[in-house]
C-alpha cells in the first residue's frame, strides 16, 4: 500500500492502482475478489491503512469476452415482445458466465435465440438486470434493448420492481407476518458466504406464512418478497432468524434435505412497469415438479391461530 494512499477507502485503492474505475471495483469487491492482508474486503467504504497488502484476485479492468451462442441451453419463454423478455429458469442453471465458467449458462442460450442482446447491458452478461442464484428456479426479466435496461435497472435501484418467491423452511415460523430487515455482507470467513453484518449492504426481505407442516418435518412453506436484492439475500435471512431453506447445502448445515438436491426457492412472481408503456406488467410461474413432489410429501398441521 503506497503511503500516498494511507486511510483511502479500498474501492478507490484498487480503482487508483489497476486504473480501472470506482464502479468497476466495487463490483469486484462485491464478488469477493478483493482481499486486504489475506482477508476478503467485506465493503467498498473500507478504509485501509499503510503497510496493508491489497489483492484483486481478477483484474477489474480487463476486457470481458462476449459470451457464445449455444441453442443447446434451455430457455423457456414466459413472454416477450421488442423490448423485454420475460424466462423460467430452471434450477442448476447459472445465468451468466463468471469466474470458473465460460459457458453453459442462460446468457449462452440467450443469444442463440437474440443475437441482438450482445448490444444490451454489461458484455459478459447482456441484457440481464437481475439475477437468480444457480439453484433457484423462476421468473427473470432481460432487457432486449438499451433503453429496456436503463429503465428496468433504474426500477430495480429504486426498488420499484415486484419479485416474490416461494420457499419451505425448517422449524415452525410463528409470525405469520414480518419483515426481516438486516445489511447483509460477504463473509469474511468464507468468501463464498454472505452473512448478516453490521457493517453489511441495507437487506430487507418481507414474507408470510402459508403453511406448518408435521411429517416428514417440522417445516413452514412461505412466501417471501424482496425489497432488496442482495447476494444470496433470502437464504442469509431466513437462516438469520433460526430457519434456513430446506435442501441448502451452503446455509442449512448438515440437515436431510427432503428429497431435494437444491434449495426449495421458486421465484413464482414478478411485476413492473414495462419499459416502453409504463403501465404494470404481471407473471407467474408454477411450481416445478421437483418442490412439488417435496409438498406433495408433507402433512400440513392443524390450524394453530
Known amino acids: 500500500m503506497p503511503e500516498a494512499l494511507d486511510g483511502e477507502r479500498v ?4 480503482s487508483m492502482l489497476t486504473g480501472c474505475s470506482r464502479a468497476e471495483a466495487s463490483e469486484s469487491i462485491d464478488a469477493g475478489d478483493v482481499t486486504v492482508d489475506g482477508r476478503v474486503a467485506s ?3 473500507l478504509r485501509v491503512r499503510v503497510g496493508q497488502r491489497v489483492a ?11 459470451p457464445e ?3 443447446s441451453i434451455p430457455v423457456e419463454v414466459v413472454a416477450a415482445d421488442e423490448h423485454i423478455i420475460v424466462v423460467n429458469k430452471p434450477a442448476g442453471l447459472v445465468v451468466h458466465p463468471g469466474a470458473g465458467r465460460a459457458d453453459g449458462t442462460l ?3 440467450l443469444l442463440a435465440r437474440w443475437p441482438e442482446l450482445a448490444d444490451v447491458g454489461e458484455v459478459h452478461r447482456p441484457g440481464i438486470v437481475h439475477r437468480l442464484d444457480k439453484g433457484t428456479s423462476g421468473l427473470m426479466v432481460v432487457a432486449r434493448t438499451q433503453t429496456a435496461y436503463h429503465a428496468l435497472v433504474d426500477q430495480l435501484s429504486v426498488h420499484e420492481v415486484e419479485r416474490n418467491y416461494e420457499t419451505l423452511v425448517w422449524g415452525w415460523l410463528d409470525t405469520p407476518v414480518g419483515t426481516i430487515d438486516a445489511p447483509i455482507g460477504r463473509s469474511r470467513r468464507n468468501p463464498l458466504l454472505m452473512t448478516v453484518s453490521a457493517d453489511g449492504r441495507p437487506s430487507r426481505t418481507h414474507y408470510e406464512v402459508v ?3 408435521l411429517e416428514p418435518a417440522l417445516v413452514t412453506r412461505m412466501r417471501c418478497s424482496l425489497e432488496t436484492g442482495r447476494t444470496h439475500q433470502i437464504r442469509v435471512h431466513l437462516r ?3 430457519h434456513p431453506v430446506v435442501g441448502d447445502d451452503l446455509y442449512s448445515g448438515q440437515r436431510p434435505a427432503l428429497g431435494l438436491a437444491r434449495p426449495f426457492l421458486h421465484a413464482f412472481r414478478l411485476a413492473f412497469a414495462h419499459p416502453a408503456t409504463d403501465e404494470t406488467v404481471s407473471f407467474t410461474a408454477e411450481l416445478p415438479s421437483d418442490l412439488v413432489a417435496v409438498l406433495d410429501r408433507l402433512e400440513p398441521a392443524p390450524d394453530l391461530s
Open 11 to 14: 474501492d478507490r485503492v484498487v
Open 43 to 45: 465493503k467498498s467504504s
Open 56 to 66: 484483486v484476485s481478477d483484474d477489474p479492468h480487463k476486457v470481458q469476452p462476449l
Open 69 to 71: 451462442p449455444d441453442a
Open 107 to 109: 446468457v449462452n442460450g
Open 211 to 213: 403453511e406448518r407442516c
Open 240 to 242: 438469520s432468524i433460526g
